[in-house]
């Protein structure tokens, strides 16, 4: 079953503004995970928080988890044309000695020049 | 260079014929997954291996079988493909050292089954 589901499914930003998605999942989690993938291609990790940060940054992408609303955003400020892609988010879960990652449906991002 | 590899790239097959995809990643890697994806559903895991001879069901395993005799390869076997079987497949693979799950992607695998 779909663990993390993306909201918006879809945004169009212009060059320079900044893009958030937000991910809601539905039960507890070890960490999660942000992905982009360029149309067609593999995906390409991006950032990971665990279940007991509230916020971290790399470069121009913010991501913050809210374990009690069972949330997270990814926010990429000032945004670039390369930036469109599709973005992911993953629930990693263990469980005894199993791990398993969970991925939503994904945001489409178009930035605009 | 860090990498997954993936083959075939493209494949188009017939109903009920017998076909592998290749993944091997050469990272040392644990942990190795397949997924596929399609439109409108996102990823949706196959199978996943913890790490040599240890296997286990994802979320989508109807249909597929894998194996992990070896820590670098993790094949994906379709006995017999059927056209809901059309898909984008992906493997991917990671360190399981209770530190980091980030995962390394293969480039993708296009398969359509006639």
């Known amino acids: 079953s779909q663990q993390g589901e993306e909201d918006p499914q879809a945004l169009s930003i212009q060059e320079g503004e900044n893009a958030t998605m937000n991910c809601s999942y539905k039960t507890s989690i070890n960490n999660l995970q942000w992905y982009r993938q360029n149309s067609g291609r593999g995906l390409v990790h991006l950032i990971l928080?665990?279940?007991?940060?509230r916020e971290k940054h790399s470069g121009r992408l913010r991501v913050t988890l809210d374990t009690s609303k069972k949330s997270s955003s990814l926010l990429i400020t000032a945004s670039r044309a390369a930036d469109t892609a599709s973005y992911f988010c993953?629930?990693?879960?263990?469980?005894?000695?199993?791990?398993?990652?969970?991925f939503g449906k994904g945001t489409l991002l178009t930035v605009n020049p | 260079e860090a990498q997954v590899t993936q083959n075939p790239r493209y494949l188009i097959t017939v109903t009920g014929k017998k076909l592998t995809v290749t993944c091997s990643q050469n990272?040392?890697?644990?942990?190795m997954s397949w997924y596929r994806q399609d439109p409108g559903l996102g990823l949706r895991q196959i199978y996943y291996s913890m790490n040599v001879e240890v296997t286990d069901k994802g979320d989508v395993p109807e249909g597929y079988k894998v194996s992990r005799k070896e820590k670098r390869n993790f094949p994906l076997i379709l006995e017999s493909p059927s056209p809901n079987q059309t898909s984008l497949y992906f493997c991917a693979s990671s360190s399981y050292d209770r530190v980091s799950y980030e995962q390394y992607f293969g480039p993708g695998t296009r398969l359509t089954v006639t």
């Open positions: 928080i665990r279940s007991n940060e």
């Open positions: 990272m040392n890697h644990e942990y």
């Open positions: 993953a629930t990693g879960r263990s469980g005894g000695s199993n791990y398993k990652l969970t």
